[in-house]
């Protein structure tokens, strides 16, 4: 949705009168008054006094978006700027590739280049930013507002964690393969130590390293699987937009909502038969790790108690069903080395067949981009890899200008 395209209902016109009231004496500047601001504009020094404004965006949408000051628009290494008169005198506020700041122009006729701003100029901006800041703190509805807008259009960028959340599974996964190596060279190796107590009695102990490393590996072992739902959740919804399955921010919300099932299902199909048979080992797999880990580690498998019989000590376990509480039996406990095969054989099947290409679009950490699930871009992109690694370059490069601000 275009910035023309958002009309203002009539229940913000007194939100904006009120926020234009909290700005006092901060006004758009209008047409230089001499030929000295025009190009005084250019030669701006940052003040000190304008570091604490509020987020770039928020004061974007407060001055030029909902009271309409009108902006210079972008130049280089400047995405805007809003020519402002605080008690007449003239300053700018502007967004710069190192920040938002207030601005002092240097009006010196004569000068070649900005100057370090007066104190006067400094006392001005720590004033424009209180302006500025209590003006936010009214807008607040309408930013409410803005982003209900936004969210219902495809103008949006989900955003793409999917390189560092793997890699948080690759970590762990990893310990957990040294640790177990570990264990297993170590697995003979004795610690023994002697020690004599006060009476002259000599105690002798001893411990086995393989103990320790693997139970350091088993928890490693679980804090991966732990990472690789994680990342699932996330890498899902953006398999989902490339695949042109979510064109809006309110589809991408509500799926994000939703529960795995919902995610994998939305990025791969379980009609096919590969895929049905890792969405049941893993969906088996997390059913056994939220047992273990989110619902207060009673077990793997959720033994909760043990009861008194004939046969020992016998686990009751806690199951997921609604109308049985309690049983004797459940599935088999994973074995941690066998789940994170499976976890490693259901990547490589991710990343094949049609899927492929979306691999070196989700790494890559460009975020997903509705527009393009709308226009068509992305279906051609995942035609092949090529096509998909040559779009990646031109996008990364369009995104490294834009942070540049290389306009």
Do not use: C
Not at 46 to 54: A, E, F, M, V
Not at 219 to 225: E, K, R
Not at 287 to 293: D, E, I, T
Request: charged share 25%; glycine share 6%.
């Amino acid at each position: 949705m275009t910035e023309q395209a958002v009309s203002l209902p009539d229940e913000f016109l007194l939100v904006q009168d009120a926020a234009l009231k909290a700005l006092v004496d901060l006004e758009p500047a209008g047409p230089p008054r001499a030929d000295a601001e025009g190009r005084g504009l250019f030669l701006s020094a940052r003040t000190n006094g304008g570091r604490s404004l509020p987020a770039y965006y928020l004061v974007y949408f407060l001055l030029i978006d909902f009271l309409k000051f009108p902006s210079l628009g972008q130049w280089e290494k400047s995405a805007w700027a809003v020519p402002v008169r605080f008690r007449d005198r003239l300053y700018v506020i502007e967004h710069r590739k190192m920040g938002l700041g207030v601005f002092a122009p240097n009006l010196d006729p004569a000068a070649r280049m900005s100057g370090t701003p007066s104190e006067q100029a400094e006392e001005d901006a720590r004033a424009i930013t209180a302006l500025i800041t209590k003006a936010v703190s009214i807008a607040e509805p309408y930013f409410q507002w803005r982003a209900e807008q936004a969210v219902s259009t495809p103008g949006l960028n989900v955003v793409n964690k999917t390189y560092e959340l793997f890699s948080r599974y690759v970590y762990f996964r990893d310990r957990f393969h040294a640790l177990s190596e570990q264990t297993e060279t170590r697995r003979r190796e004795r610690n023994v130590e002697k020690r004599t107590l006060s009476n002259g009695a000599v105690i002798t102990s001893g411990s086995s390293p393989s103990i320790q490393l693997r139970r350091e590996a088993i928890w490693n072992a679980q804090a991966a699987i732990e990472a690789f739902f994680s990342w699932t959740e996330h890498v899902f919804i953006h398999l989902a937009i490339l695949q042109g399955k979510l064109k809006s921010g309110d589809e991408v919300a509500r799926l994000a909502e939703s529960d795995w099932k919902a995610k994998f299902k939305e990025a791969l199909s379980v009609a096919e038969p590969q895929t049905k048979l890792h969405y049941d080992k893993l969906l088996d797999l997390r059913a056994q790790v939220r047992n273990f880990v989110a619902h207060g580690a009673f077990g793997k498998q959720g033994e909760a108690f043990r009861f008194h019989s004939g046969a020992g000590a016998a686990p009751v376990l806690l199951t997921n069903s609604q109308k049985h509480k309690y049983s004797l039996t459940g599935s088999k406990a994973f074995d941690e080395r066998l789940a994170i095969a499976d976890i490693e054989s259901f990547l490589l099947h991710l990343w094949s067949e049609s899927r492929a290409p979306a691999r070196s679009y989700v790494f890559s950490s460009l975020p997903s981009i509705l527009t393009y699930a709308v226009d068509g871009t992305y279906a051609r992109a995942m035609l092949s890899d090529e096509e998909m690694k040559l779009f990646v370059e031109h996008l990364t490069g369009q995104f490294d200008r834009a942070a540049d601000m290389d306009w």
